[in-house]
């Protein structure tokens, strides 16, 4: 009966490389470079969004500007831009920048 050339163990190995088990392994085991890689993922991620959205939000306002236009229904639409216009600039975030303004005063008070 003829010797196998290699022994079951290198054969295992070579098939994890090729797999790319030993590579996934090493990136698991290397905390820097676990968080360094999500990290960048995340800032895509975050990029990818807002670019996105605003593609998005940007389509959805210019086509409701054009369907104010149309005859019957352009009433409606002109509605509602007129709220969101007015929406926008009665709120203008105050809330949001009270509450920001708490906060820093009260992360400076516990820092003293």
Do not use: H
Request: charged residues 20%; glycine residues 8%; without cysteine.
């Amino acid at each position: 009966m003829p010797k196998p050339r290699t022994s079951p163990d290198k054969e295992v190995i070579k098939a994890f490389e090729a797999a790319g088990v030993i590579d996934y392994l090493q990136y698991l085991q290397s905390g820097k470079r676990l968080m360094w890689i999500n990290f960048k993922a995340g800032v895509a991620r975050g990029f990818g969004i807002t670019v996105g959205a605003t593609l998005v939000l940007g389509v959805a306002i210019w086509i409701l500007a054009k369907l104010v236009d149309l005859p019957i229904i352009g009433e409606y639409f002109e509605q509602t831009m007129l709220y969101i216009n007015e929406y926008a600039e009665s709120t203008n975030y105050n809330a949001e920048f009270i509450e920001m303004t708490g906060l820093l005063r009260e992360i400076k008070e516990n820092t003293e």
